[in-house]
């Protein structure tokens, strides 16, 4: 293998993290007699962060204390139920097995909170990444290449030898703010045509294809 780390994106790219997603925060909404969202509006909404998710999900118009209030409500519920129907999608474990049976490194960078981001990991893919971070007060959020950098500093690999992998627009534009090179999948929380529309210049429909790349 020429890379020697491939840097993961988490909900749409490794973990089919929609339905509990979806389930929290339609829980938030409805406390707040909020209307519901489907799970492809929750989807086009991912990718930024839970507190610009749920800045999307409440109606228009909705006042920064409530959409605070929603968050909180959000986070408390998420926290207990992230893995309810969460599951690794199919294959991708698999590959990352074979990354590291090949000697490169692995690693995850999401916008969810960090203690989320923590837990999943260690759930489904415990012992496999290097370096796992999610977003935490006082760390500029993707598309900001700031944590992306820390996990090369941190890991000791240069750029060159590095490949991101991600399912979204956010994603596409980490890579190209970090000065790496991308690889987009379709089988996450965005379609192909989206990915091209954000400037995807490798995209793949299987896991395995990360290996064959």
């Excluded at 690794?88 to 990352?96: A, H, L, S």
């Amino acid at each position: 293998m020429k890379r020697k780390l491939y840097i993961f994106d988490l909900d749409g790219t490794i973990l089919d993290t929609l339905e509990d997603l979806a389930i929290s925060v339609n829980y938030a909404l409805a406390v707040f007699d909020f209307p519901p969202l489907s799970d492809k509006e929750v989807a086009d909404r991912t990718g930024n962060g839970v507190q610009r998710l749920v800045e999307l999900s409440v109606p228009n118009g909705t006042d920064t204390k409530t959409t605070l209030a929603v968050l909180d409500v959000f986070k408390q519920h998420y926290f207990y139920h992230c893995a309810d129907h969460t599951r690794p999608y199919d294959g991708i474990k698999d590959v990352i097995c074979e990354i590291r049976k090949q000697g490169a490194k692995c690693a995850v960078v999401s916008n969810k909170m960090d203690s989320a981001v923590q837990e999943l990991a260690k759930d489904y893919f415990d012992g496999l990444f290097d370096f796992v971070a999610g977003q935490k007060d006082g760390v500029r959020k993707k598309p900001y290449p700031d944590t992306v950098l820390l996990v090369l500093d941190t890991l000791g690999v240069n750029k060159e030898d590095a490949l991101y992998i991600g399912d979204s627009e956010v994603d596409i534009a980490t890579a190209k703010n970090a000065d790496m090179d991308c690889l987009s999948v379709e089988w996450g929380f965005r379609d192909r045509e989206l990915l091209e529309k954000s400037g995807a210049t490798r995209i793949i429909s299987k896991p395995i294809e990360i290996l064959q790349y």
